[in-house]
T-cell receptor, first 111, second 114 residues
């Protein structure tokens, strides 16, 4: 299976703390994308990291990719209550751009 | 910022009826997708569409489903003979190219089959 697996499934932290979510996958990828989903809403794209990249930053977000371990992590620094959402990794493999999503991590940031 | 837009946001339909979900992808994008998310489950790929034809489809995307790009802007998903288990959030998505490019998702269409 190509499916990604996120870890942890749920994470509860205090505002201001950092949140780290991990994603593992099973086969070689072309790229990995992280998305956020607020309850019942659409998927908001956060970051895309390609297989030849090791780290990318966007504002308070940092994504790492270790292709030797087939894993990625998403770090949110100085979390805010508004960061409360589900976070998904999605792996891209083929020419058509199809993504395979993980189960997601449910992040709760308490004010 | 350009967005993928979807209509309707929510549709309730009787079992056995046909539904059409509509999407307007981002205007300069060439690849279009449909995904679904059953409540509490992960997002699942249904189909990808490029150059006016299906480029890939999942096992879920059987003869009950079809996609169409009827004009230069709309991209539709038709579900025939709906079943209770078709109840889900359906997401349309698009990307400027295929592999290695950001895929942008719409807000989704909630389909409830009763």
């Amino acid at each position: 299976s190509q499916q990604g697996e996120e870890d942890p499934q749920a994470l509860s932290i205090q505002e201001g703390e950092n949140a780290t979510m991990n994603c593992s996958y099973k086969t070689s990828i072309n790229n990995l994308q992280w998305y956020r989903q607020n309850s019942g809403r659409g998927l908001v794209h956060l970051i895309l990291i390609r297989s030849n990249e090791r780290e990318k930053h966007s504002g308070r977000l940092r994504v790492t990719l270790d292709t030797s371990k087939k894993s990625s992590s998403l770090l949110i620094t100085a979390s805010r209550a508004a960061d409360t959402a589900s976070y998904f990794c999605a792996t891209g493999y083929n020419q058509g751009g199809k993504l395979i999503f993980g189960q997601g991590t449910e992040l709760s940031v308490k004010p | 910022e350009p967005e993928v837009t979807q209509t309707p946001s929510h549709q309730v339909t009787q079992m056995g009826q046909e539904v059409i979900l509509r999407c307007v992808p981002i205007s300069n994008h060439l690849y279009f997708y449909w995904y679904r998310q059953i409540l509490g489950q992960k997002v699942e790929f249904l189909v990808s569409f490029y150059n006016n034809e299906i480029s890939e489809k999942s096992e879920i995307f059987d003869d009950q489903f079809s996609v169409e790009r009827p004009d230069g802007s709309n991209f539709t998903l038709k579900i025939r003979s709906t079943k209770l288990e078709d109840s889900a959030m359906y997401f349309c998505a698009s990307s400027v190219q295929g592999q290695g490019y950001t895929i942008y998702f719409g807000e989704g269409s909630w389909l409830t089959v009763v």
